[in-house]
């Protein structure tokens, strides 16, 4: 059975942080890049980074440049996300997402990040 279960998520003060994590199991982990995507109420997903198997990121958005970091464990088949610096623009729901070469792709259930002051 495949899951992708994302934790960390919760409320902070702009300026603040947070450490989300994905937990996968049930497919060969190093075999699939790594994505964090996002969905703010009213608007639509968007992906946030990508990390590959061998550790490569992507960042899709300038201004997530230096405040977002992902990395992942494939010996412990988790990926994670540094958030630092967040912003009330940051508040939305945050998914994990696992991709292989071929196309196939699982979803996590999401982690609610809200950042307000």
């Known amino acids: 059975q495949v899951q992708l279960v994302e934790s960390g998520g919760g409320s902070v003060q702009p300026g603040g942080s947070l450490r989300l994590s994905c937990a996968a199991s049930?497919?060969?982990?190093?075999?699939?890049?790594m994505s964090w995507y996002r969905q703010a109420p009213g608007k639509e997903r968007e992906l946030v980074v990508s990390?590959?198997?061998?550790?490569?990121?992507?960042n899709y958005a300038d201004f997530m440049k230096g405040r977002f970091t992902a990395s992942r464990d494939n010996a412990k088949y988790t990926v994670y996300l540094q958030m630092n610096s967040l912003q009330p623009e940051d508040t939305a729901v945050y998914y994990c997402?696992?991709?292989?070469?071929?196309?196939?792709?699982?979803w996590g259930q999401g982690t609610q990040v809200t950042v307000s002051s």
């Open positions: 997402n696992a991709k292989n070469q071929f196309g196939r792709q699982y």
């Open positions: 049930g497919f060969t982990f190093p075999f699939y890049t």
């Open positions: 990390i590959t198997s061998t550790g490569s990121t992507t």
